[in-house]
Antibody, heavy 119, light 107 residues
Framework: EVQLVESGGGLVQPGGSLRLSCAASGFTFSNYEMNWVRQAPGKGLEWISY????????YYADSAKGRFTISRDNAQNSLYLQMNSLRGDDTAVYYC????????????WGQGTLVTVSS | SSELTQDPAVSVALGQTVRITCQGDSLRTYHANWYQQKPGQAPVLVIYGNKYRPSGIPDRFSGSSSGNTGSLTITGAQAEDEADYYCNFRDNGNYRVFGGGTKLTVL
């Protein structure tokens, strides 16, 4: 069974940093492209970032560009999101999402981790 | 334009058929995917590639596409189908876009 378990969320002050992790199991992690998607309270889904299977190709939404960094460790079956210069509008549940194999959709999702940016 | 537009809310009587639409110029080129999200839960993929249903998704869910509009149809809506539904696509640069979501109420 595919499992994606996010961790690392919490309360952080504006301007602070946080590193999210996503532990993957139940599939060959190194064969799948991965993403981070977030959802602000009461709002819709927003794609944040993508990483290729090797990690050498990454893409970011404009809202994350220059502040967030996606990475992965295939040996540890883990996905990461380093978030710097956090702002109030970064407050959201952050989901890691696995692409379908060589596909253009989010096949599996974690349960999410809440990030709250507030003083 | 890379935007996707969805009606904010749609309602359907129990057992009836409802269509949820997603409009955007990019859908003339890229395939639409659909996700169901119930309160407090992670999204679930219900349709991919405009019209394909993942295993485990009831066959009352179907998808189609025409021109700049993708559609999700629920034939014989059930109470458990009450949820938010989001469309999305992936462009050839690996960027992803979501629609604003449609809240489906089953009456």
């Amino acid at each position: 069974e595919v499992q994606l378990v996010e961790s690392g969320g919490g309360l952080v002050q504006p301007g602070g940093s946080l590193r999210l992790s996503c532990a993957a199991s139940g599939f060959t992690f190194s064969n799948y492209e991965m993403n981070w998607v977030r959802q602000a309270p009461g709002k819709g889904l927003e794609w944040i970032s993508y990483i290729s299977i090797s990690g050498d190709s990454t893409y970011y939404a404009d809202s994350a560009k220059g502040r967030f960094t996606i990475s992965r460790d295939n040996a540890q079956n883990s996905l990461y999101l380093q978030m710097n210069s956090l702002r109030g509008d970064d407050t959201a549940v952050y989901y890691c999402a696995r692409d379908g194999y060589n596909s253009a959709y989010f096949k599996n999702w974690g349960q999410g981790t809440l990030v709250t940016v507030s003083s | 334009s890379s935007e996707l537009t969805q009606d904010p809310a749609v309602s359907v009587a129990l057992g009836q058929t409802v269509r949820i639409t997603c409009q955007g110029d990019s859908l003339r080129t890229y395939h639409a995917n659909w996700y169901q999200q119930k309160p407090g839960q992670a999204p679930v993929l219900v349709i991919y590639g405009n019209k394909y249903r993942p295993s485990g998704i009831p066959d009352r869910f179907s998808g189609s596409s025409s021109g700049n509009t993708g559609s999700l149809t629920i034939t014989g809506a059930q109470a458990e189908d009450e949820a938010d539904y989001y469309c999305n696509f992936r462009d050839n640069g690996n960027y992803r876009v979501f629609g604003g979501g449609t809240k489906l109420t089953v009456l």
